[in-house]
Every structure is written in structure tokens, then in C-alpha cells.
């Protein structure tokens, strides 16, 4: 499988491989390696496993030669994608790989939003990424909770990639 061009030309800081993008349901064979990089994602006052996320959820995985390094799980609902849980290697973050997949939720997937539930430790990075913020106040006890959503640009539509898993 070659990397989409799309790809070419984006900027990761600090970090060197061929990029790609997969979407769709995470075969059997790649679901352990996805599920452990989500493990960061699915604490909190209800956690379902990773695992049971990415059996059963479809997924947008950036990989660097052919190594799953960003995920997101999540629904699709009226065109748009909300997400579940999504996370970056740890030994990666803080390098553009979180933004790179948010983008590619929209633009490669062709999610025409994309939408998430986050808590304060994580919603700047959503801020940051371009995200409206609205607060969903203290959800769980001591836990605020905060509604972000993103429109798709120049996406209307949904169209297949050949990163399809
Ligand atoms: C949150 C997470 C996905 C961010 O991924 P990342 O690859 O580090 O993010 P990026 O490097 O693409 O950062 C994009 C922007 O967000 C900012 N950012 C990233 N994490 C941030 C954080 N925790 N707090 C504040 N800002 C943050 C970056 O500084 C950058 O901003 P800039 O471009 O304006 O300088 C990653 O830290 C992670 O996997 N965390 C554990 C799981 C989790 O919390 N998931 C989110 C809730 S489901």
C-alpha cells in the first residue's frame, strides 16, 4: 500500500517515514496495537476497553511505515464524525501528530464535521486544532466536560481513500 500524496508534504515535526492513512473498520490482525495506543483515551468515570472500541467502531489511524502512531474510534453520524476516543503514541505526542489526524478524520475520511467530548486536560488541543468550545458543565462529579466541534472545509461529501483498512 503507497502513501496517499495527500500526505506528502505535511509536516511532522521531528520525525521521518512514510505516512499513510487508514479508515474504516480495524481488521482483527491490526486491533491490539490501535487498542494499546487508545489505552490513554478511554479513562474516566466510564471506561469501556480499547479494545471493545476498536472491535466494534470505525477508525482513523495514521501510521508511519506501516505502524499505527495515531487513532481516533468514533461514530459516523450524519456525515460527520464523532469521536469516541482518539490518542497519539506517548513517545510522539506534541509533534503535529494530533493535529494531522484530526485533519485527516476531515479530509481524507470526508467527514463533513467532526465532533468530540473532552475534559480540561485535553481541550486545548481541540482549541488549538480549531475546535468551537462549548462547556457541558460539571458532567460527572468534579469533572467538567466540554462539547468541541470542528466543520469540515472543501469536504461535502464523503469519498472513499485508497488507505481504506
Ligand atoms: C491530546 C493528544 C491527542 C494531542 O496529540 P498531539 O500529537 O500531542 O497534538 P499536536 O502536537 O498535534 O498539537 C496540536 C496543538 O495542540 C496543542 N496541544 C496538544 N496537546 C495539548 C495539551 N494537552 N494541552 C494544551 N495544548 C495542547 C499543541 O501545542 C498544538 O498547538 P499549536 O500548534 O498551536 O502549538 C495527545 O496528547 C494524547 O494522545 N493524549 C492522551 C489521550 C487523550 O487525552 N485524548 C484526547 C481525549 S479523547
Known amino acids: 500500500m503507497t502513501a496517499p500524496p495527500r500526505l506528502a508534504g505535511r509536516t511532522v515535526t521531528g520525525m521521518s517515514g512514510r ?11 491490526a486491533r491490539a496495537q490501535v ?33 499505527p502512531v495515531a487513532a481516533a474510534v468514533g461514530r459516523e453520524r450524519d ?14 505526542r506534541r ?9 485527516e478524520v476531515s479530509l481524507v475520511s470526508g467527514y463533513r464535521w467532526v465532533e ?17 468550545i462549548t462547556s457541558l458543565g460539571e458532567k460527572y462529579p468534579g469533572v467538567e466536560r466540554f462539547r468541541c466541534l470542528r466543520e469540515s472545509p472543501d469536504q461535502p461529501s464523503r469519498r472513499p481513500t485508497d488507505g481504506r483498512l
Open 35 to 67: 487498542a494499546e495506543l487508545l489505552e490513554d483515551a478511554v479513562a474516566g468515570p466510564h471506561p469501556e476497553t480499547a479494545s471493545a472500541l476498536v472491535a466494534s467502531l470505525p477508525a482513523v489511524v495514521v501510521c508511519v511505515d506501516d505502524e
Open 95 to 103: 509533534s503535529g501528530l494530533g493535529r494531522l489526524l484530526l485533519d
Open 79 to 92: 456525515g460527520g464524525f464523532v469521536v469516541r476516543a482518539l490518542a497519539v503514541e506517548r513517545t510522539r
Open 116 to 132: 468530540a467530548e473532552t475534559d480540561r486536560h485535553s481541550v486545548e488541543f481541540y482549541r488549538r486544532c480549531g475546535f468551537s
Open 19 to 29: 505516512l499513510q492513512t487508514w479508515t474504516g473498520a480495524v481488521p482483527a490482525v
